[in-house]
């Protein structure tokens, strides 16, 4: 059984800083899972283009207000507490904070080590450095 507590892991390795967010892993590859799981915060007026081809990913929102942009179609939707969506496709999208931050809670398969951050096109690599 994994036990982990979101505030003891922030602050520590776990915890991943870049521009307009942060994210708290919780799971990672090493954990055998077969996915990773974490908490990401989307910081204030954020717009972060991305484009996940390695991974598929869902998200659930937890707190704060913004939208998603599917790239691919231009179609926008409202992000809110109880939100999901999933990246079934890999799709190229723009995701953009309200004016206060989002918290929200992901899953991405294949796994992530836990050293991802977004390269120049807005995807993580496949493989990174262990954590």
């Given at each position: 059984m994994i036990v982990r507590d979101l505030n003891e892991a922030k602050g520590t390795e776990r915890h991943i800083h870049s521009n307009g967010w942060d994210s708290v892993r919780l799971l990672l590859k090493s954990d055998n899972m077969g996915f990773s799981f974490h908490i990401t915060t989307i910081h204030a007026n954020a717009e972060l283009e991305m484009h996940y081809k390695n991974h598929l990913e869902s998200v659930y929102c937890v707190d704060g207000t913004g939208s998603i942009e599917d790239l691919a179609t231009g179609e926008i939707h409202q992000i809110r507490p109880g939100v999901m969506y999933a990246l079934d496709k890999h799709d190229?999208?723009?995701?953009?904070?309200?004016?206060?931050?989002?918290?929200?809670?992901?899953?991405?398969?294949?796994?992530?080590?836990?050293?991802?951050?977004?390269?120049?096109?807005?995807?993580?690599?496949?493989?990174?450095?262990?954590?």
């Amino acid at each position: 059984m994994i036990v982990r507590d979101l505030n003891e892991a922030k602050g520590t390795e776990r915890h991943i800083h870049s521009n307009g967010w942060d994210s708290v892993r919780l799971l990672l590859k090493s954990d055998n899972m077969g996915f990773s799981f974490h908490i990401t915060t989307i910081h204030a007026n954020a717009e972060l283009e991305m484009h996940y081809k390695n991974h598929l990913e869902s998200v659930y929102c937890v707190d704060g207000t913004g939208s998603i942009e599917d790239l691919a179609t231009g179609e926008i939707h409202q992000i809110r507490p109880g939100v999901m969506y999933a990246l079934d496709k890999h799709d190229k999208h723009i995701l953009r904070a309200n004016d206060k931050p989002m918290i929200m809670a992901c899953v991405f398969n294949p796994p992530v080590t836990g050293k991802e951050v977004h390269q120049e096109d807005g995807s993580y690599a496949l493989e990174a450095e262990e954590a």
